[in-house]
């Protein structure tokens, strides 16, 4: 088994390594990959064992078939595909959806059809896509008072008209 890969400290010119693991069944399910050398996304593919119809309104969690090891200061972001929201209303509900850097378990899709006709997922089908970002540590300090702003507490809707 090899050990979780660590930020350390690492700029963000050079590669992260991020350990991946194919879950058992799913040889036949492409690993994610990206669709051209400038894309930030890595494509995902659906690991379903058979074909799931998915109808207007309905939702469902897709499998990928495989797991990971990111290093701490590291998170992936489960995001839609353009190409099936645009054309069938297929789009992820929990966008972005996040991986932790501790999450070891099989990395799911949760879809949902916006559609008006009913669209069916195929196994090795391009369901997402999943991009990897940078978390900051933080530290959140409880203080009596905030400083002032223009905007004050002015929230939804509050810096324009439209």
């Known amino acids: 088994m090899r050990p979780s890969p660590d930020l350390g400290g690492i700029s ?10 194919r879950l ?14 400038l894309a930030s996304g890595f494509d995902l593919y659906a690991a379903v064992s058979e074909p799931l119809d998915l109808g207007p309104g ?7 078939g495989f797991a990971l090891a990111m290093p701490a200061g590291l998170e992936a972001q489960i995001r839609p595909r353009s190409g099936l929201a645009f054309k069938h209303g297929i789009t992820s509900l929990n966008t972005p959806g996040t991986i932790d850097a501790d999450y070891r ?20 089908e391009r369901i997402a896509q999943m991009v990897f970002q940078t978390v900051p540590l933080i530290t ?13 507490a002015g929230g939804f809707g509050h810096t324009g008209t439209k």
């Open 12 to 21: 963000l010119s050079e590669r992260i390594e991020v350990f991946i693991k």
């Open 24 to 37: 058992p069944g799913n040889e036949d399910i492409a690993l994610p990959q990206k669709m051209s050398e």
């Open 58 to 64: 309905e939702r469902a969690l897709i499998p990928t």
């Open 105 to 124: 378990g099989e990395v799911k899709v949760l879809l949902i059809n916006h559609g008006k006709e009913t669209f069916t997922i195929n196994r090795n």
């Open 140 to 152: 959140l300090t409880e203080v009596s008072e905030l400083d002032e702003t223009e905007r004050g």
